[in-house]
């Protein structure tokens, strides 16, 4: 999965919904710092992208208190319509 959306990264270098999805991969590996810059460079292409903004937090809390958010899962890891086949984003 996450050599999927490193091949998506590299194609449309501009997909917040993609490096969204590429934090929560991280995420499940481990990979909290790397997760949590995911989430920022998400926010800095689209800084209201919901899902970003809440995983960051959830990350972010838990980070700073071990035990905060530790029954919290990130809230969304794919747009809207993306299961009906809909892009995940906007393409340069």
């Known amino acids: 999965m996450l050599a999927d959306l490193d091949l998506a990264l590299a194609l449309y270098h501009a ?3 993609a490096l969204n999805n590429r934090g929560l991969a991280r995420l ?3 990979e909290r710092d790397e997760a949590m810059e995911n989430f ?3 926010l800095e292409i689209e800084p209201e992208l919901p ?3 809440k995983n960051l937090e959830l990350v972010t809390r838990a ?3 071990s035990t905060a958010g530790r029954d919290a ?4 890891s794919a ?3 993306a299961a009906q086949g809909e892009p995940a984003g906007p393409r340069p």
């Open 15 to 17: 997909d917040a919904w």
């Open 28 to 30: 499940r590996l481990g």
């Open 40 to 42: 920022r460079g998400a």
């Open 51 to 53: 899902a970003a903004k």
């Open 63 to 65: 980070a700073t208190n």
């Open 73 to 76: 899962a990130p809230i969304q």
């Open 79 to 81: 747009p809207p319509g």
